[in-house]
C-alpha cells in the first residue's frame, strides 16, 4: 500500500485504477467512510478506556487497519472482477454495509495484532453493526487466507465461530429477517452470503 505521509495510507495504484473504472469512483466515500469509522473508534475508546498509551495504541491500530483495508479491498476486488468477467464492480464498492463491516474487520485484525484492550463484539457497538451482517465479511477476508498472518486468521475463525453459534441468533439479528424473507426457512448458504 502506498503512504501518503507519515503514518497515512491510500490505495495501490492498481487499486486506483480498479476505482476508475466503476461507474461511480468510490474514492472519496471510501476515504470519508474510513475517517468517520476511526474517528468514532478513537472517540469512543477515549472517552471509554482512554490514557495517554492505549490512545496512542488506538490511533496505531487506526492507521494499520487501513492498510489492511486496502489490501484486502484491492484482492477482493481482483477476485470479483474475475469471478463476474467486469470491469466495473460499483456495486461492491460501493456497499455501505459490506465497506463499514470491511473497515470493522481490519479494525479488529489491527486491535489483536497491537492487543489493544477492546472485547469483542465491542467494535460492532460502537459502529453500529449487526454480528450477523459481519460474519458475512469475516467469511470473505478468511477466503483470503494467503494473505493473513496465521494468528490473524486463527482470530477471526474463532470471531466467526462465535458469531454462527450464537451472536447472529440474538432477538434483534437481522437473521430473523432473512430467516422470515424465506418462509421461515433457514437461508442456503448463497442467500446468506448476499
Known amino acids: 500500500m502506498e503512504a501518503t505521509g507519515p503514518g497515512c495510507f491510500a490505495p495501490s495504484d492498481c487499486l486506483t485504477a480498479i476505482f476508475r473504472e466503476c461507474s461511480r469512483d468510490p474514492t472519496d466515500v471510501i476515504r470519508t467512510r474510513l475517517r468517520s469509522m476511526f474517528n468514532t473508534f478513537l472517540q ?19 492507521r494499520q487497519a487501513g492498510i489492511w483495508y486496502y489490501r484486502i479491498l484491492e484482492k477482493h476486488a481482483i477476485q470479483e472482477r474475475r469471478r463476474l468477467g467486469i470491469a466495473d464492480i460499483s456495486c461492491i464498492l460501493n456497499n455501505e454495509l459490506y465497506q463499514c463491516c470491511l473497515v470493522a474487520c481490519c479494525l479488529e485484525i489491527a486491535i489483536k495484532s497491537n492487543n489493544l484492550p477492546c472485547d469483542f463484539p465491542l467494535l460492532l457497538e460502537i459502529n453500529n453493526l449487526a ?54 426457512r433457514l437461508p442456503t448458504c448463497q442467500q446468506a452470503g448476499h
Open 44 to 62: 469512543h475508546h477515549r472517552n471509554v478506556a482512554g490514557n495517554e498509551r492505549t490512545n496512542g495504541l488506538a490511533g496505531r491500530c487506526c
Open 131 to 184: 454480528p450477523y451482517h459481519f460474519g458475512k465479511v469475516i467469511e470473505l477476508v478468511l477466503r483470503l487466507r494467503e494473505c493473513l498472518p496465521r494468528t490473524v486468521f486463527r482470530h477471526l475463525a474463532k470471531l466467526e465461530e462465535k458469531i454462527l453459534e450464537s451472536l447472529a441468533w440474538t432477538s434483534g439479528s437481522p437473521l430473523w429477517e432473512d430467516i422470515r424473507a424465506n418462509d421461515g
